[in-house]
């Protein structure tokens, strides 16, 4: 099988990847990195987000590869007869079928995931859309941005009076894909058992709204409306960050009597901590604003940096709040292996994130770079379906 790599973990199990853009190819890496065989079926055009602007490597932007390694690809047209006959031959052969189409429209290209799964029971099928499979909202397009406005996500994300924004990381599309994994392998773990196969529908919306945490709690038990929490927490008002003297920003997190008492001795407030309006949490919750008035003059006392060894010193949490290039810059050096690179022999090298998890007595995986378009055909049908033959891309033409 190509690409093998350490930690196979996954390895002999065959993966048909029909997804697009973000949600689905973030879910098929993942299986990829644990060793699975990742075949991705992408149109004779390519997967749109090979094309997503502004960074390039050779063809590919960079936006697809950093979704997309450890996999092979194959260019079929499934709005031809010949492509659609390749697919389900594929299918045949499958463990797991991923795709994140829109409900329906496999079914108008005459993959119908349910008459399949009839046909193979052991066949593992995970659909990840916007909305759901059923529901009344479930034709509806969805992005990552519509998915955290509709789950109330957005609400929660920017400072207080001012309109709200998306955040910074995709988690819509992410957190579906990460979801999506989790049943995928809990479905593995369960044919192992039974020999049966399931159906999986994982929602992007569902999937934020139980990353909803204790936010909807607040909303369902105690009937509040949180609002934009900027770089505060609802509940601790010592869990927030400040800006220091450089205008850079820590975080703090005192969260416990002993961490409070050591931020007011790392700022030289020892009074501070004995101050009646501030003696337990609920207090400092109540008189916050009282707070916050003396610990924001006092952090401008010194620069970020001279606060993070300060504090750390007094056993405080606090982090700089950093660049991306800072932090990916410190993943290089912290000994985790999270930093990569990865080359193909003919495209430059490039340097992305890794595998976040780690297996112990295993080496780090060898990645594989992410496919060139159609690349894969033959190693695919000689490794799927026996028949390995000079074929060219499956098309319509």
């Known amino acids: 099988m190509a690409g093998q790599r350490s930690n196979p973990v996954l390895k002999g199990y065959k993966v048909l990847d029909l997804t697009t853009f973000l949600s689905g190819p973030f879910c098929t890496q993942v299986l990829a990195d644990l060793g699975a065989d990742v075949v991705k079926i992408e149109s004779p055009a390519g997967d749109s987000s090979r094309h ?128 999506a994994t989790i049943a995928i392998n809990a479905a593995l773990a369960n044919r192992e058992r039974s020999g049966l196969g399931q159906m999986i529908d994982v929602s992007m919306l569902d999937c934020q709204l139980a990353m909803l945490s204790y936010q909807s709690a607040y909303a369902l038990i105690a009937g509040v409306t949180p609002g934009p929490q900027g770089a505060r927490h609802d509940s601790i008002p ?26 007011c001795a790392a700022l030289d407030m020892p009074d501070l901590a004995t101050d009646p309006r501030f003696v337990s949490g609920r207090l400092r919750l109540e008189n916050k604003d009282a707070l916050w008035g003396i610990l924001e003059p006092a952090f401008l006392a010194r620069d970020a940096k001279d606060w993070v060894g300060i504090l750390e010193d007094a056993d405080v949490p606090v982090a700089l709040i950093k660049s991306v290039p800072e932090a990916l810059d410190d993943a290089r050096t912290y000994g985790r292996g999270m930093i990569t690179q990865i080359e193909n022999g003919t495209a430059p090298a490039i340097d992305v ?10 080496a780090a995986p060898v990645d594989r770079y992410p496919p060139t378009l159609g690349g894969d055909l033959q190693s695919v049908l000689a490794d799927w379906l026996n028949d390995d033959v000079n074929a060219e891309p499956v098309s319509a033409e």
């Open 353 to 362: 994130v890794g595998n976040p998890i780690k297996f112990a007595g295993h």
């Open 52 to 179: 997503i602007p502004p960074h390039f490597v050779g063809e590919d932007s960079a936006y697809f590869l950093a979704n997309n390694r450890n996999k092979r690809s194959v260019a079929v047209d499934l709005k031809s007869k010949e492509g659609q006959a390749l697919v389900l031959d594929l299918i045949a052969k499958a463990d797991v079928v991923v795709d994140n189409y829109r409900p329906g429209v496999l079914q108008r290209l005459n993959i119908d995931p349910a008459k399949i799964c009839a046909a193979h029971p052991a066949l593992i099928w995970a659909s990840i859309s916007g909305f759901g499979q059923n529901g009344p909202w479930k034709d509806r397009p969805a992005y990552d941005m519509i998915v955290q406005a509709e789950s109330g996500v957005m609400s929660l994300t920017g400072e207080p009076d001012r309109p709200s924004v998306r955040l910074g990381i995709p988690a819509g599309d992410t957190v579906a894909g990460l979801y």
């Open 238 to 263: 010592t869990y927030r960050s400040f800006v220091a003297r450089d205008g850079r920003q820590v975080v703090i997190t005192a969260n416990t009597t002993r961490m409070w008492e050591g931020l």
